[in-house]
């Protein structure tokens, strides 16, 4: 099965530019989406189809995809970014099934 | 306003079943997928399959495939995972969550299953 692969976690100052990363074995072929998920709260779509943004959510918030890595860039970090992230992707070749990342921990310093 | 309501936490005793719901409004039921997302305390997110409330097809991965149940209730736009055998591994919030191309747009507030003797 698919495997994706996040940093358990990420810390970065306020104002300054987070990135995370999911790898993924050819990633690129896959549209990559990203949650946002908050202590106690349902996760939040940030980011689907690699680098596009649904309604509501902040332009801070973009993404890539490249080779063997999608990237979630949170620019201009605030203290309310703070969260846990996750990829997914849609894996067609092993029974059409949904892949989520293991997850990255942002901390704003 | 598209919303999902989940129904209210549980307590289940080991080698029980669970059966929860997702009451969907605001939208076209039959438009969109639902997903079922699991996540144990401290960890990340599992995902336990899909109905589509059109033709009421399912798939689910090799790992739930013998102990879920996903179905729907046209009548009430509502879809309901049952999850048999339960162990304290189960032990879980419980999310549903739309899609209309594989991307989880709106989600549920979220079940918390105890599974506990």
């Known amino acids: 099965s698919y495997v994706l692969t996040q940093p358990p976690s990420v810390s970065v100052a306020p104002r300054q530019t987070a990135r995370i990363n999911c790898e993924g074995d050819?990633?690129?072929?896959?549209?990559v989406h990203w949650y946002q998920q908050k202590p106690g709260q349902a996760p939040v779509l940030v980011v689907h189809?690699?680098?596009d943004r649904p309604s509501g959510i902040p332009e801070r918030f973009s993404g890539s995809n490249s080779g063997n890595t999608a990237t979630l860039t949170i620019s201009s970090v605030e203290i309310g970014d703070e969260a846990d992230y996750y990829c997914?992707?849609?894996?067609?070749?092993?029974?059409?099934?949904?892949?989520f990342g293991g997850g990255t921990k942002l901390t704003v310093l | 306003q598209v919303q999902l309501v989940q129904s209210g936490a549980e307590v289940k005793k080991p080698g029980a079943s669970i059966k929860v719901s997702c009451k969907t409004s605001?939208?076209?039921?039959?438009?969109?997928?639902i997903h079922w997302v699991r996540q144990a305390p401290g960890q990340g997110l599992e995902w336990m399959g899909r109905?589509?409330?059109?033709?009421?097809?399912?798939n689910y991965p090799q790992k739930f495939k013998d102990r879920v149940t996903m179905t729907r209730d046209l009548s009430i736009s509502t879809v309901y995972m049952e999850l048999n055998g339960l162990t304290s591994d189960d032990t879980a919030v419980y999310y549903c969550?739309?899609?209309?191309?594989?991307?989880?747009?709106?989600w549920g507030q979220g079940t918390l299953v105890t599974v506990s003797s």
């Open positions: 969550a739309r899609t209309l191309l594989h991307f989880l747009d709106v």
């Open positions: 605001g939208y076209t039921f039959t438009a969109y997928w």
């Open positions: 109905i589509n409330p059109k033709s009421d097809g399912t």
């Open positions: 050819n990633i690129e072929r896959k549209s």
């Open positions: 189809d690699d680098s």
């Open positions: 997914q992707v849609w894996d067609s070749n092993t029974d059409h099934q949904e892949v």
